[in-house]
């Protein structure tokens, strides 16, 4: 008998830095493309293409294509006059995808090369803190089908994630914001010294100090890896990157997508922290801490306006869409949290009343 082992996944390197300086290089290191395929948003195009382009000349000829920014544009019929374009230049299995942007674009452009030609490789230049943060590692890329988020993807990993974090300073406040949600969450769940960093540095990093955004957005991408790592294709572990995502995106949902992402996240990880608080599992005083950083965050506006069985609604029919097992993330302490599945209407609908009560 003859046995190989294969390794699952490819390292890349995730470069943090606060300009476009080192990215020709960085590209080098990982490929030598036949040609570079940029593709971005609306918004990020006049930002930032240009000197994205100018900074890779010379590598190889360089294209770029793009759509219409915002969620909207995540589906199928952004994709295929895409793969159009990749024809019209007879792209190939050594062409680069660049993705230029935020999630959407990471996402989208991601799915772009994993399909295309059975997979070419793709570089990720995340310009938001959703995607510098959480969205460009991990390998989830995808596009929404219908009514489903992210259900058409694949897990395909980047070449290269090349974060210039000065590119924040072009994002509106709220998206900051809410995209800080996810380093909030990655604090709760494994990292109690990227709490403390978070508590104490607040100031620097809502001012975008680039030497507190960069220490920050290490510790939350180690996080990130560290557990995509253990889990790449979410069969267990990885599934606790949804701290405070249950009952957050049915709230998304059902404010018809008013209340940004993030922000829906840290409500729900309140709820959580609450359902965990009220079951034993962790003291009041943690329950408190995770309420006050999400505020210290800007992130608890009053949430008025929300029906909230229709919210626990949401959550039921997305437990029957996955044969029942919607799994609750609730915490014990601050950095350790566990997968739990029995969490029952009552106490949703309670955690969401205690939000709804406290955030005033
Ligand atoms: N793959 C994953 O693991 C993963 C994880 C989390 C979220 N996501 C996905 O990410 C998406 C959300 O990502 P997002 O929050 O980055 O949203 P986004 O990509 O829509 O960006 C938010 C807005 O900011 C604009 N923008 C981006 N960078 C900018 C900049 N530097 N200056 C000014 N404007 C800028 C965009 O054009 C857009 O209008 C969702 O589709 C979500 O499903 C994926």
Redesign the pocket.
Known sequence: MKRLEKTSTRPYPIVLTFDFEGLADAVLEVTRPSCIMIIT????AP??LEQVCEKLKGIAPIYSTVFE???QS?HLGTVTPIYDTFIEYQMDRSSLIVAL???????LA?FIASSYMRGIPFVQI??????QN?????????V?YLMH??MIGAFYQPSLVYTNLA??????ER?VL??LA?VLKHAFIKNKALYDYLLEKRDKILAQDLEALEEMTYASCLVKCRVVEADTREMGLRKILNFGHTLGHALETVSNFTI???ECVAYGMVMAAWISFKRGLCTQTTLETIKSLCDDYHLLQPLQNIELDKVVAHVVFDKKKSYGQVPFILIYDIGQVDIIKDVTEDEMRQALIYTQETCQ
């Open positions: 948003d609306s918004h990020v930002l930032y920014a915002g969620e995540k942007g935020g999630g959407v674009v990471g996402d991601g995340p310009t938001t803190v959703v995607s959480d969205s460009s590692m991990g390998g989830k890329v995808g929404d988020k992210n590119t924040l300073k072009t994002l509106p998206e809410s995209g996810e940004l992402h993030g």
